[in-house]
């Protein structure tokens, strides 16, 4: 089975900031990385798959980078609704379906 | 817009099975794979399995002995049913559907809460 492994566990920022979170494989799931918003009381949302593929309707200061094992989701300027947390899932041959423990981005 | 929706009890005894059920609106169930995945509270998301309506199912090994995903064209709905529950399975329960295009779950139920206790 593929492990997921998100860091930092916490991120703290302003808004207006950079975020910048990573999601590292146990081994290479190539580009199969998909990142995830979710909210409190919400469901998740998908926001980049294909490691670097916007979802529809997916604001452009969200983007997604790697391939392999390493990962990242970047928020090139935090807007209030951005905080939330983030999960990282993969898709491989089995178990097919995998998420990251998530990374919490809250408002310093 | 394809919607999903998820209905069942919301409190199950232990050793009892859980029933839930995902109606599909807005576009036809035959046309995607569908998957259920669950978070219990304060934690991280888990899969618990996937169906494609001419049979083809699969789910998470660590679940896959409690686990049957099942579903009805005519309703244009799918239902899971988790056997043998514990505390360890109070959870949010969704449903989504799978984009094997984009190898993500590009809709989601706004999913149900369904707590294990005596």
């Known amino acids: 089975e593929i492990v997921l492994t998100q860091s930092p566990a916490t991120l703290s920022l302003s808004p207006g900031e950079r975020a910048t979170l990573s999601c590292r494989a146990s081994q290479s799931v190539n580009s199969s990385l998909a990142w995830y918003q979710q909210k409190p009381g919400q469901a998740p949302r998908l926001l980049i798959y294909?490691?670097?593929n916007r979802a529809t309707d997916i604001p452009a200061r969200f983007s997604g980078s790697g391939s392999g094992t390493d990962f990242t989701l970047t928020i090139s300027s935090l807007e209030p609704e951005d905080f939330a947390v983030y999960y990282c899932q993969q898709r491989s041959k089995w178990p097919p379906f995998t998420f990251g423990p998530g990374t919490t981005v809250d408002i310093k | 817009q394809v919607q999903l929706q998820e209905s069942g009890p919301g409190l199950v005894k232990p050793s009892e099975t859980l029933s839930l059920t995902c109606i599909v609106s807005g576009g036809s169930i035959n046309s995607s794979y569908w998957s259920w995945i669950r978070q219990p509270p304060g934690k991280g998301l888990e899969w618990i399995g996937y169906f494609y309506y001419i049979g083809n199912t699969n789910y998470n090994p660590s679940l896959k002995s409690r686990v049957s995903i099942s579903v009805d064209t005519s309703k244009n709905q799918f239902s899971l049913k988790l056997s043998s529950v514990t505390v360890e399975d109070t959870a949010i329960y969704y449903c989504?559907?799978?984009?094997?295009?984009?190898?993500?779950?590009?809709?989601w139920g706004q999913g149900t809460m369904v707590t294990v206790s005596s």
């Open positions: 294909g490691a670097s």
């Open positions: 989504a559907r799978i984009n094997w295009g984009h190898d993500a779950f590009d809709i």
